[in-house]
């Protein structure tokens, strides 16, 4: 009975994910300690464990439609994976109290993301690194190829080391600071951001589940309910997702995610 009420919650958490661009570990993590009473490192390994399934399927649909950027996502994975292995380390000696009160103040966080309008920042020139690197690229659009430059390329492969570390300790896939960095600082057109960040996320996953299976927090009975259901889940709300104005499905989910995160810092503080 428990697996099967974690199965629709699950399936609920990928809906809502995919339809608000935040995967499903965002909303079940919170769901899994709150309501089910699951000990957070093992609802964190199971959260893990499903962005490695959900963000291979996508990420396979955007390198079809030549939206990743690969040299960039290869380059940039050099500090996510770090981070992930820091992440991990410092995981094993954070009392789990500490735990929910970063998820609640990350959570935050992402509720005023939310409300951000993302708009194109177009780099005028490229970075030494990315001249090197030959980390520039295009993309298609309605009017033909886009091209496009990357700058600060070192200021990028730092916040991806931070993202990392956010990944490995609270079992998300920190996409919202991976987009708000190749979008902000580095200057990348939104949709390539969007789709570098996806193909990235099961990468960083993959090293910090990877972490967590060899410690023993994977728990089957959890991760394979949790893993099934955001996947069902992510697949129905992406075709949805055309359908229903997100601007009232953000603000209503604002306040949703604005309301579970002070559980899960009053949860920290008592």
């Given at each position: 009975m ?15 994910g995919a ?20 000990n ?20 396979a ?5 030549s939206?990743?950027?690969?040299r ?12 992930a ?6 995981a ?9 009160l ?8 992402s ?18 690194w990315?001249e090197?690197?030959?980390l ?16 600060n ?24 600071f991976?987009?708000l960095a ?6 990348l ?8 960040s ?21 728990r ?17 709300g ?8 997100s ?15 002070i559980?899960?810092?009053?949860k920290?503080l008592?």
């Amino acid at each position: 009975m428990f697996e099967v009420l974690l199965l629709i919650t699950a399936v609920g958490a990928g809906f809502l994910g995919a339809i608000l661009g935040l995967g499903g570990g965002i909303i079940i993590v919170p769901v899994l300690t709150l309501v089910y009473q699951v000990n957070i490192r093992y609802a964190i390994a199971a959260s893990l464990i499903s962005i490695v399934a959900t963000s291979s399927g996508a990420a396979a649909g955007y390198l079809k439609d030549s939206l990743t950027n690969l040299r960039l996502a290869v380059l940039l994975e050099v500090g996510t994976v770090t981070g992930a292995i820091v992440g991990f380390l410092i995981a094993s000696f954070i009392q789990p109290r500490l735990l929910f009160l970063i998820f609640g103040a990350f959570l935050l966080f992402s509720a005023l993301m939310m409300l951000r309008k993302r708009t194109d920042h177009v780099a005028v020139e490229n970075h030494p690194w990315s001249e090197a690197l030959k980390l520039h690229g295009s993309y298609p659009a309605e009017n033909g190829w886009h091209h496009y430059k990357v700058q600060n390329v070192p200021f990028g492969l730092f916040a991806m080391f931070g993202a990392g570390i956010l990944s490995a300790l609270l079992g998300i896939g920190s996409g919202i600071f991976k987009v708000l960095a190749m979008d902000g600082a580095m200057k990348l057109p939104i949709k390539v951001s969007s789709a570098t960040s996806n193909f990235m996320i099961g990468v960083t996953a993959s090293a910090s589940a990877g972490a967590y299976l060899l410690r023993g927090d994977v728990r089957p009975e959890i991760a394979a309910p949790v893993a099934i259901g955001i996947i069902v889940g992510s697949l129905f709300g992406a075709r949805v997702m055309t359908k229903i104005p997100s601007r009232k499905i953000r603000q209503i989910f604002v306040v949703v995610l604005s309301i579970v995160s002070i559980q899960m810092i009053i949860k920290g503080l008592s």
